[in-house]
């Protein structure tokens, strides 16, 4: 189970704005002491805003931790799952704010998984035209949400449409708050970490194979380095294109698909990794459209269902609207869709000249064969 003592950190190198990344057990205990070395302002209040699955469990830690550091704390709860990613639940914390008394100088906190992250950060990008912002992930999903500064809500017709960059001051995760993750979400989780191995570094593609047992066991050294490993290819992207002009594209490996079916499916049935999954075998059959082999498509499917993720699209999801999905998503750009493409295991590329017919066949064959061995 999770736990030990070595504690792992990483810079995210933004220059001025540079911020670490830790990861270790205990964290949360630390957090009071944390704000104070780095000169968190003790007399504005903190927006503690917590998963609903996780509040009950670790927000009273956190609280108690500021709270004997001198800080004065709020605490607000989002019911757990995508649904909270809503213009309604941002009014909602900005009131919590605004009741709290938060200043330019406070400091909102999001305790909890990848959208309670957006959400929490988007509401830190806003208030007052922004204000210190921390993430505390609590899922193994979030090790890709909570590094890099997208902050976002949803909209009805698209994923993360409306939203900001805005970078957080430090990432604390406390591996321990992970032996409360459900199985599904595990698995879930580990569809982005493949994903940092897919775009960037065979070998950590390959560790993540070799180790697939080891990581679903949540074995805490396993756990920790896949993590570490995940966070460290996020920072590197992130540190050479913060606002996604070129290279920072390529962490939306499976996004494509991967958005337009969470969309469809009112972001309520698939998890973001599941989804995310699904899209990384669309987009490794586009490669092999392309010309870079069946292999690599069978490889990264094989990998994906060691982990338990679903590799298929499951029956009632309708191809038009998956299609029409697509065409509201950030990477449809002049006219074009844009995907990232896997050329290798450990390497991609981004290409806007992918036609429309493809995408709609590879959706097709990925419904058609659901239910098949
Ligand atoms: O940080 C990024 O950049 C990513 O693309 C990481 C994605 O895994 C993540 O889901 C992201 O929020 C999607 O970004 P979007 O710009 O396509 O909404």
Sequence with gaps: MAGGAEIRELTVDL????????????????????????????????LLVADSAVDGLYAGTVEESLKSAGYS?????????????????????????LEAGLDRRSTVIALGGGVVGDLAGFVAASYMRGIRFVQMPTTILAHDSSVGGKVAVNHRLAKNIIGAFHQPEIVLYDLDTLKSLPPRDVR?????MIKHGLIWDESFARWCDENAERLLALEPDALGRGLYEGCRVKSIVVSRDEKENDLRAILNLGHTI??????????????HGEA??????????????FGYGDELAAETERLLRKFGLPVRIPA?????????????????????????????????????DVPVQWVRDIVEQLKEEAGKP
């Design 188 to 192: 879930s989780g580990y569809a982005e």
């Design 15 to 46: 220059g001025e704005r540079s911020y670490p990344i830790l990861i270790g057990a205990g964290l949360l205990k630390r957090t009071g002491s944390l704000f104070a070395e780095r000169g968190f302002p003790v007399k504005s209040p903190v």
């Design 258 to 271: 991967g958005h337009a079916l969470e969309a469809v499916s009112h972001y309520g049935e698939l998890l």
């Design 73 to 97: 704390v709020a605490r607000a709860v989002v019911p757990s799952g995508e649904k909270s990613k809503s213009l309604a639940a941002f009014e909602e914390l900005v009131t919590a704010a």
């Design 316 to 352: 009632g999801y309708d191809t038009d609207a998956i299609m029409s999905a697509m065409q509201h998503d950030k990477k449809f750009k002049e006219g074009s869709m844009v995907f990232v493409v896997p050329k290798r295991i450990g390497e991609v590329e981004i290409r806007g």
């Design 276 to 289: 995310i999954s699904i899209g990384m075998v669309g987009s490794a059959r586009l490669a092999a459209k």
